[in-house]
């Protein structure tokens, strides 16, 4: 005997996800114009459902002729709201803790291009796009759309190479220009230490919410800068916790209390 249990549970959870979904879109869309194109929409696909029930051939037909371009006209009717559910979705916590462990990979190939650039004081600006985009600069420069990995980063960085001096800027697995142009940061009293491109990552961290790495040619110091503030000279420990609290990689990491700051 067939065992029909695990089909009908299938069928359950499949007719909750589309209720779900259409739940979702409705309350989007409740008392917006397009909510009365939903509702003329639901009665056009229950005509369809009749005139298929009740044979009603010439009623059927001329739905049926419409199929065709159904979905093109949901699109395009639903565009606004098609959009916000994407979002929506890409806002869930599951699906942006998926990102996180994709983003968290191209973080670790950064992290071994930057050990290995501070070690041979080779300078290096690089920038991490997150929800704020940075079109403006990434114009300014050289665009690449390659994957990230650090034997490509440390080519891009190589002494006297084209794209040495600009930014590098990284937008989810891929670095998507080089050679990029950075605003200066404006704010007096920083430490005359901190060089031409120290004061580009901390004038961008001021502006958008990117993350901007930062190796020092003098010194081969690490620095991060994000959200307007500079965390400066460190270690490979405190980088990647740094980092990773940044991309809320590791939640339960705790951040180093002796990180370094912005030098005096």
């Known amino acids: 005997m067939i065992d029909v249990r ?30 009365q194109m939903f509702v003329g929409l639901v009665v056009i696909v229950f005509a369809s459902i009749v005139a298929q029930w009740f044979r009603l051939s010439a009623l059927n037909w001329m739905i049926g002729s419409l199929k065709t371009v159904w979905v093109i006209l949901f699109v395009i009717l639903f565009q606004p709201e098609l959009r916000a559910l994407l979002t929506h979705i890409g806002q869930n916590r599951l699906v942006r803790a998926l990102i996180r462990v994709e983003e968290y990979g191209v973080v670790s190939e950064v992290i071994k291009a930057v050990e290995e650039m ?33 034997e490509l980063l440390e080519t891009i960085f190589t002494p006297h190479s084209p794209l040495h001096d600009g930014a590098c800027v990284i937008r989810g697995d891929e670095i998507v220009a080089a050679g990029c142009i950075l605003p200066l940061s404006q704010t007096e009293g920083l430490s005359p230490i901190l060089g ?14 990117a993350a901007v790495l930062i190796v020092s040619e003098e010194t081969g110091a690490i620095s991060v800068a994000h959200k307007g503030s500079l965390k400066w000279n460190l ?26 700051t912005q030098p005096a």
């Open 196 to 209: 031409t491109r120290h004061r580009a990552a901390l004038g961008l961290a001021e502006e958008t919410d």
């Open 118 to 150: 501070s070690k041979d004081r080779r300078g290096a600006l690089i920038v991490f796009e997150r929800d704020m985009g940075l079109r403006n600069y990434v114009e300014t420069g050289t665009k690449l759309e390659a994957k990230v990995s650090a």
């Open 235 to 260: 270690d490979e420990g405190q980088l990647r916790s740094e980092l990773a609290a940044i991309f809320n990689a590791r939640p339960d990491e705790s951040r180093d209390s002796d990180e370094g």
């Open 6 to 35: 695990p089909q009908l549970l299938l069928d359950i959870v499949d007719v909750l996800i589309v209720a779900f979904l259409f739940y979702r879109l409705f309350a989007m869309i409740k008392g917006t114009r397009a909510s």
